[in-house]
């Protein structure tokens, strides 16, 4: 039997305000058409899981009347390709499409609203964003933490007479932004809480893929050419790349799919040894003699069961703060072929920021110009706790407690990381099973 999924999403009340945009009800007529609540796609998963999403859009009758309306947006967690466009696409639609005009961006995350940082407010307007979906990064600025301070963000929300806020990040600040609506709730105030997806690992539940991605294995897949450029110049050369992945692998899988030039790929839901028969090392060894030259790609929550540390450790966020897996791979294998008295050339490349705060690419800025506008219509049709995302190519409004009570991640045993195992070669484990049996 099927699961059924409750993807109902919350709102603030009777729409009874005439949208002022000027689309159509009615189909065949060649004029764009609003969307309506019970437009509707079915979401199916492979483990059983379905149900129905409500279609993303503008209402033919909406819950604020724009001329009242103070809009917030905020950009928290690590920076990611698209961020000025999506900041872009809210603002421009905001204040073109619904007319708008009081616009504040929040600098540096939730931390802007916490009157110690004494941070000022940036007004927005078209002119303004114009152009900033050329630049990487923020033109708000962004950080990590603040965002459990809920009591003290929604007073500052109040004291600025906030209608809507619009919250681009990741899982952090979507949980953040539920605990806001919540709050919200509980002091009986009118603001539509709006979450836009940026999770460069795009490990965001339910949505196909979360903005940042496409230009995260682009920019991948550029050091990893180069890796394998210098690896494959030098005598047992040997290309290490370690890229963003705290959970879930998946710019690594498709970087290895998109260069076809990894040989070894290891991401947080494959476990692997470094040592045995069947080890990462002892396959280097043959790769070696066999070719010459290697090229690793890993991610950084990969291995994390083999490094020392502290687990008590966390960031501004929340997180358990990782072992650089990274560099223990870069020493651990030049010790053991320095031990073995072999000569290897190893050239370690993280290009983690580099990624970070690149400009989108052209698709990813398409996306991001459509889930800024789609997040103003659900805002101004008084949509609150809600994530927008793409479900089966479908602009779709997804309940944010929903999206963040697990995290997405590759399937060992699915499709693309078998896909993956061809394009690099390496074999399906890199353990001795009964290595590990005996171990436990």
């Given at each position: 039997m099927p699961k059924t999924v409750d993807f109902s999403v919350s709102d603030l009340g009777t729409c009874s305000v005439r949208s002022p945009l000027a689309f159509s009800t009615t189909a065949g007529d060649a004029i764009a058409n609003y969307a309506r609540n019970e437009?509707?796609?079915?979401?199916?998963?492979?483990s059983g899981e379905e149900g129905m999403l409500e279609k993303a859009g503008p209402r033919e009758m909406i819950y604020f009347n724009p001329a009242h309306v103070h809009a917030g947006i905020i950009t928290c967690g690590g920076l990611c390709p698209g961020l000025n466009d999506v900041i872009r696409a809210v603002v421009r639609s905001l204040w073109n499409r619904y007319?708008?005009?009081?616009?504040?961006?929040?600098?540096?995350?939730?931390?802007?609203f916490l009157p110690e940082h004494g941070l000022s407010i940036k007004n927005l307007d078209p002119d303004i964003v114009d152009d900033i979906h050329k630049i990487g990064g923020s033109i708000l600025g962004s950080s990590r933490g603040g965002?459990?301070?809920?009591?003290?963000?929604?007073?500052?929300?109040?004291?600025?007479?906030?209608?809507m806020l619009f919250a681009i990040g990741g899982d952090g600040t979507q949980k953040g932004a539920l605990a806001i609506a919540d709050e919200v709730e509980r002091r009986r105030l009118k603001v539509a809480v709006v979450g836009i997806p940026k999770t460069?690992?795009?490990?965001?539940?339910?949505?196909?893929?979360?903005?940042?991605?496409?230009?995260?294995?682009?920019?991948?897949?550029?050091?990893?050419?180069?890796?394998?450029?210098?690896?494959?110049?030098?005598?047992?050369?040997?290309?290490?790349?370690?890229?963003?992945?705290?959970?879930?692998?998946?710019?690594?899988?498709?970087?290895?799919?998109?260069?076809?030039?990894?040989?070894?790929?290891?991401?947080?839901?494959v476990r692997f040894k470094l040592e045995g028969k069947k080890g990462l090392l002892a396959q280097l060894e043959k790769r070696l003699e066999r070719r010459n030259h290697a090229v690793i790609v890993v991610a950084e929550g990969a291995g994390q069961d083999l490094i020392v540390s502290d687990p008590s450790a966390v960031d501004a966020s929340g997180n358990k703060r990782l072992a650089d897996i990274g560099a223990w791979l870069r020493d651990s294998i030049n010790s053991h072929f320095?031990?073995?008295?072999?000569?290897?050339?190893?050239?370690?490349?993280?290009?983690?920021?580099?990624?970070?705060?690149?400009?989108?690419?052209?698709?990813?800025s398409v996306y991001c110009e459509r889930l800024g506008n789609n997040a103003v219509h659900?805002?101004?049709a008084g949509k609150t706790r809600v994530l927008i995302g793409v479900v089966n190519n479908e602009f779709v409004h997804l309940p944010t407690g929903l999206v963040v009570s697990r995290r997405n991640k590759v399937d060992p045993e699915g499709s693309l990381y078998r896909d993956a195992l061809d394009a690099t070669g390496q074999p399906v484990e890199l353990y001795d099973s009964q290595e590990v049996d005996s171990a436990r």
């Open positions: 437009d509707t796609i079915l979401y199916r998963a492979p007319g708008v005009q009081r616009i504040s961006g929040i600098r540096y995350g939730y931390k802007g965002g459990e301070r809920t009591s003290d963000i929604v007073d500052a929300i109040e004291r600025m007479n906030l209608n460069i690992d795009n490990d965001l539940l339910f949505v196909d893929r979360s903005f940042g991605f496409e230009t995260a294995v682009e920019k991948a897949s550029e050091a990893v050419t180069a890796a394998h450029a210098e690896a494959h110049s030098s005598m047992n050369g040997v290309g290490l790349v370690k890229l963003m992945g705290r959970d879930s692998g998946f710019i690594a899988v498709h970087t290895a799919l998109a260069t076809h030039e990894v040989n070894f790929l290891l991401i947080p839901e320095k031990a073995r008295g072999v000569e290897v050339n190893l050239k370690y490349i993280d290009p983690s920021y580099m990624i970070r705060s690149a400009p989108a690419c052209p698709t990813d659900a805002a101004m």
